[in-house]
């Protein structure tokens, strides 16, 4: 399959009387602009491509023709309300589930043709606990080390070496039952990085742990990412989190994209003084993230939290 079509920062244009409502961003600046100086500006790499993408069921539509790109060693995030189409929107990108038209490219492969080739390229740290409570922190990374196909003779070190980055180490002897949510987000992020991906998917990394837990877990994934060079495309409900870490934020609304930008370029689109993300979520999203969702998603979310401690 060739190359994909050129894609563009923005979103194809809503219907009109929601394109009115919520007015589009073009992106005309740097998206780099604000990285960290362990950037190179000039390097602009696209690693997540998607053009068009969407998922149907039934008559319901999850995700509606989504386009964006996402660069090498970027923070992106993507936020949206309950039910906007975010973790279907990662399920795809992960290829756990076939889009219902449209393609996107990670790492370069495609996720309708070489699955396989993507899951090699990708890790991913879903919102349910991914980690076996009935096994040690090792045993966790040991199975993941066999299932990721890392030659015997170097598992060992990549095992002692995630386990120190993610500072597991004095624990990993233990059963994971005994961890606090913050080192099984720890662990899960260390064996979802174990072959050294090149885009990490995690979908609400950060749910259900209390703020020094979720401090924590962003020093490691800003770490993987400045060290490794690692993209991180996120999902989340905390929106001090995408402020605080996202190079750029994209905003779904009913399955369609509702803006894309930098920080800065979001709270400008929304005019002259000055607002918050809160605000711009509100503007583009039509609702606050606490506006709550079906009762199957806050039973999944209350049951994560649940497991997490």
Known sequence: MGPLPSVSYYRPPLDPA?????????????????????????????????ERLSRRFGAFTAVDSLTLVANAGEVFGLLGSNGAGKSTTIKM??????????????????????????RRAIGYVPQAVSVDGSL??????????????????????????????????ADAGRLVSQYSGGMVRRLEIAQATLHRPR????????????????????????????QYGTTLFLTTHYLEDAESHCDRIAIMHMGKLAALGTLKELEASLGAGSHTLDEVF??????????GGTFREVSTERTTEQRLG
């Open 93 to 118: 990108l992960t290829t756990l589930l076939p889009p219902s038209s449209g393609e996107a490219r990670v790492g370069g492969f495609s996720i309708t043709t070489q699955p396989v080739e993507v």
């Open 136 to 169: 040690t922190g090792y045993e966790n990374l040991l199975i993941f080390a066999k299932l990721y196909d890392i030659p015997r003779s170097e598992q060992e070190a990549r095992i002692r070496e995630q386990l120190t980055f993610v500072d597991l180490t």
């Open 18 to 50: 929601c394109a009115q409502r919520k007015p589009l961003i073009v992106c005309k600046c740097d998206p780099y602009a604000d990285r960290p100086t362990v950037y190179n500006p000039v390097v602009t790499t696209p690693v997540v491509e998607i």
């Open 282 to 291: 509100v503007h583009y999203a039509g609702a606050t993230l606490d506006s």
């Open 199 to 226: 885009v990490l998917f995690l979908d609400e990394p950060t749910v259900g742990l209390d703020p020094i837990a979720r401090d924590a877990v962003w020093k490691h994934l800003i770490d993987l990412r400045d």
